[in-house]
């Protein structure tokens, strides 16, 4: 099980924390990642961080997003900062593919990030 926590309501500018507990599953040698929808749009990738702690990011949040990663907690972070109105979306967090990103359904709960003009 995947659950994600710490969304909310901030203004432009702002920042705001992510955690995702994983329960069930090798943490450890998991690739993690952190996905976003937003209303009417399709869910995209925004980053994710492999075993080792190797990181990739969406072109949208390069810079201003961090993902980050304990494993004796089975716990990824989404750091988010410099936060933009664009940013408003239900985000989630999954196990990834490497490569192309992709994560595998069931999807669990997500947290709700609204940024306000």
């Known amino acids: 099980q995947l659950q994600a926590s710490g969304g909310g309501l901030v203004q432009a500018g702002g920042s705001l924390r992510l955690s995702c507990a994983a329960s069930g599953r090798p943490f450890s040698f998991t690739t993690m990642g952190w996905y976003r929808q937003a209303p009417g749009k399709q869910r995209e990738s925004v980053a994710r961080?492999?075993?080792?702690?190797?990181?990739k990011y969406a072109d949208s949040v390069t810079g201003r997003f961090t993902i980050s990663r304990d494993n004796s907690k089975n716990t990824v972070y989404l750091q988010m900062n410099s936060l933009k109105p664009e940013d408003t979306a239900v985000y989630y967090c999954?196990?990834?593919?490497?490569?192309?990103?992709?994560?595998?359904?069931?999807w669990g709960q997500g947290t709700q990030v609204t940024v306000s003009s």
């Open positions: 999954n196990i990834a593919n490497w490569l192309s990103g992709v994560a595998p359904d069931p």
């Open positions: 961080i492999s075993p080792s702690g190797s990181t």
